[in-house]
């Protein structure tokens, strides 16, 4: 299992970006997909996440502000980001709960891509 991740980089405050990420593998199914992120010196914390169901959780800090979606594809989820703050700097962390043999789910990670709000 695979999830690659894209559309980090630095912005000015107040601006935006949209972060991607795509899963392939031997995938039975994948239950939800979100992104997570870490600051310096912080824990890793939820951003965004969605269900193939369509259920939807934000982090307080970001609701407004940031969109979560899965209109590409099951494979796929997409997190556009305005209106960002330099409290937003952080390594973004794709994940997916899913699983390979139909039964078991677990959670898989991409590797991180970074975001930096600064002027």
């Known amino acids: 299992v695979q999830l690659e991740e894209s559309g980090g980089g630095l912005v000015q405050p107040g601006g935006s970006l949209r972060l991607s990420c795509t899963v392939s593998g031997n995938i039975q199914s994948i239950y939800s997909m979100g992104w997570y992120r870490q600051a310096a010196g912080k824990e890793r914390e939820l951003v965004a996440d969605?269900?193939?169901?369509?259920?939807?959780n934000y982090a307080d800090s970001v609701k407004g502000r940031f969109t979560i979606s899965r209109d590409r594809g099951d494979h796929f989820v997409d997190l556009q980001m305005n209106t960002l703050k330099p409290e937003d700097t952080a390594v973004y962390s794709c994940?997916?709960?899913?699983?390979?043999?139909?039964?078991?789910?677990?959670?898989?990670w991409g590797e991180g891509t970074q975001v930096t709000v600064a002027s």
């Open positions: 969605i269900s193939r169901y369509g259920r939807i």
């Open positions: 994940n997916a709960d899913l699983t390979l043999d139909g039964t078991s789910y677990f959670d898989y």
